[in-house]
């Protein structure tokens, strides 16, 4: 008989061959099983159930405090500790994302897969499918984590028809309300609306009708599962909702579409109760050459326009704001200030490397930045931080899931704690407040409530003369940024 190491063996091979011979399945991540596969060719039924647990040696993770070398320990994440009138854990209303935690495999477009953890089978089936679930569970409990966020085909796989693909997302969804008990629940759910070629021109934003039904029927299904695991938001990201060329391409009709789409998710979310936030991710390319949603300005001026503002809040993340040229601080200030931070995507690009790469964020002073916007924003909730991170391709220990989700909770704790420093002792928004302390006068106040022309700014121009422009103090700032790391 063959070991079950030789088994998973010959399966790491098949995927490998079947991706040379299909040049259009690209390695990561591998969700979708194809709607025209039957079981045989896509995944057995007859996968077993496993036995014990997911995570043997595994310790529910504790905080051990900053001296702590244990890295299965939180050193700075101490969710019952008070910052700034709140406890840690509701600052920071961590979550796991499925996709990236139980269905990355580490595979990208120059190689094979790397990890096969030791519940895999190889499979797309709906056996493997509640199996991932339950390892989903242990691993949120032994993180000490209560929110997870996932795509309707993460967690279940695609069948021939909708009806039957929705009977498969029943399944995989009743068991994980089982599982989720009282405590645990969704951040947030969403549609993939990227995978499936169907999608290759966008989904509501396809020029083709049929496919904008799709996309409806699926986002309608999405948010009813949303809703019935008690999520508290729900995501539109619209990894196809863009274009490749205007050479071919009605920009105005294609934004009316999007709109249309996004109306009646509002009126349906209404329709059946679903109290939780709409969520839009800003993304400016990739994979499209240039997204709809390509930054946090973008969106809400999108949302202004077709009267959404009220409705829809963003999800910002961090490697999508860098990719438009933008820092995470940026587009979290922007969407603050426009009332519409609702949600992080915590992870981080590689200052050397223009894409995606979806890393857990490590570096504190980028998470103090972040946690400066978050406590000025009165925290994210009902958003909260979504690891929307993936391991590298070379980390393949199981043990390296629960190192890297720690890492990046201590490295955002350690950004609270930090920036809660820089604003109770005040001297950083002491200097900004003085930079702006000319408008702090009786003039000053009649111009921010709009009431000065410009004749009488004429006429104090030449009253005054030549102004004296002060130093912007920007070392400074900085000098006064860094004592609080
Ligand atoms: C892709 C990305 C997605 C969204 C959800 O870059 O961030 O995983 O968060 O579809
Ligand atoms: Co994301």
């Known amino acids: 008989m063959m070991s079950m190491k030789a088994v998973k063996l010959l399966l790491l091979l098949c995927v490998i061959c079947f991706s040379v011979v299909s040049k259009t399945v690209i390695c990561e991540p591998p969700p979708t099983c194809p709607a025209n596969l039957d079981d045989g060719e896509c995944g057995s039924e007859d996968s ?143 549609a993939q609306l990227f995978m499936h070629p169907r999608y290759m021109h966008g989904g509501a934003t396809s020029p083709e009708i049929g496919v904008y039904a799709y996309a409806a029927a699926q986002v309608k299904k999405a948010i009813e599962v949303t809703h019935y695991l008690g999520g508290e938001n729900y995501v539109f990201w619209g990894g196809r909702e863009g274009y490749q060329t ?48 390509w930054d946090a300005a973008t969106s809400a001026n999108f949302l202004r326009k077709y009267g959404l503002i009220g409705e829809f809040k963003l999800n910002i993340e961090c490697n999508h704001a860098t990719l438009s040229g933008h820092s995470c601080h940026h587009e979290l200030e922007t969407a603050r200030i426009n009332g519409l931070l609702g949600n992080v995507d915590a992870n981080t690009g590689d200052p050397q490397v223009g894409w995606d790469t979806d890393q857990f964020l490590m570096d504190v002073n980028e998470a103090t930045l972040v946690m400066l916007s978050v406590i000025r924003n009165g925290g994210l909730s009902p958003g909260g931080f979504n690891f929307d991170a993936k391991l590298r391709r070379e980390s393949t220990d199981v043990e390296d899931i629960f190192i890297a989700h720690i890492g990046g909770m201590d490295t955002l704790a350690r950004g609270l704690r930090n920036a809660a420093k820089l604003i109770e002792d005040g001297s950083l928004d002491k200097l900004v407040r003085k ?19 410009f004749e009488l700014l004429e006429k104090k121009a030449m009253e005054w003369g030549e102004p004296e422009v002060p130093s912007g103090k920007q070392e400074l700032a900085e000098m006064l940024f860094q004592s609080a790391m």
């Open 48 to 190: 077993g159930e496993w036995e014990g647990e997911f995570f043997p040696g595994i310790p529910k993770i504790k905080y051990e405090g900053p001296t702590s070398k244990n890295p299965l320990a939180y050193k700075w994440y101490n969710p019952n500790e008070e910052i700034l009138g709140k406890n840690m854990k509701d600052w920071l209303r961590f979550s796991v994302a499925f996709w990236h935690t139980f269905r990355g495999t580490g595979g990208d477009p120059f190689g094979a897969p790397t990890k096969m953890w030791p519940w895999e089978d190889g499979t797309n089936s709906l056996a493997m499918a509640k199996r991932r679930m339950r390892a989903n569970f242990e691993f949120l409990e032994k993180l000490g984590v209560d929110r997870w966020c996932f795509h309707d085909r993460d967690i279940a796989p695609d069948a021939e028809t909708l009806e039957e693909t929705n009977a498969n997302l029943d399944e995989v969804v009743a068991l994980a309300k089982e599982l989720q008990g009282t405590k645990i629940r969704p951040l947030w759910g969403t």
């Open 435 to 453: 930079r702006y302390q000319s408008f702090d006068t009786e003039l000053g106040a009649q111009i921010e409530a709009g009431k000065v022309d």
């Open 246 to 293: 205007l050479l071919n391409t009605d920009m105005e009709r294609e934004l009316d579409h999007m709109a249309r789409f996004f109306e009646a998710a509002v009126a349906y979310k209404k329709k059946i109760g679903f109290n939780g936030t709409l969520l839009i991710e800003p993304k400016p390319q990739e994979p499209t050459k240039h997204q709809y949603d």
